[in-house]
């Protein structure tokens, strides 16, 4: 398994910006889609953005289209999500997310290791 970790996360006024990293350790990490998932107090797990391994393909839950951006470093074995124009409905704990089978329209079943979660306040 890839091991990861996520770190970016805070409090932040609505319209504000974040960008989480996600480091990951293990030889596979460019082999596979990389995603970001988040889950809300009282709410399931949602899928919020994918990759492909080479970062040449991206997906976006409807939320994040236009405000998140997806994006990876092979080189450094991290993935990234800029989010700009936050909303209180972001609050959230983010889950990186690693050893991808696909990176369009994923389901959490299609990946392999997941991080312990960074947490997102959005105050209005």
């Known amino acids: 398994q890839v091991q990861l970790v996520e770190s970016g996360g805070g409090l932040v006024q609505a319209g504000g910006s974040l960008r989480l990293s996600c480091a990951a350790s293990?030889?596979?990490?460019?082999?596979?889609?990389m995603g970001w998932f988040r889950q809300a107090p009282g709410k399931e797990r949602e899928f919020v953005a994918a990759?492909?391994?080479?970062?040449?393909?991206?997906y976006y839950a409807d939320p994040a289209k236009g405000r998140f951006t997806i994006s990876r470093d092979n080189a450094k074995n991290t993935v990234y999500l800029q989010m700009n124009s936050l909303k209180p409905e972001d609050t959230a704990v983010y889950y990186c997310a690693a050893e991808g089978r696909g990176w369009y329209a994923p389901k959490d079943s299609d990946f392999g290791s997941w991080g312990q979660g960074t947490q997102v306040t959005v105050s209005s």
């Open positions: 990759i492909s391994w080479s970062g040449g393909n991206t």
């Open positions: 293990g030889r596979t990490f460019r082999n596979y889609a």
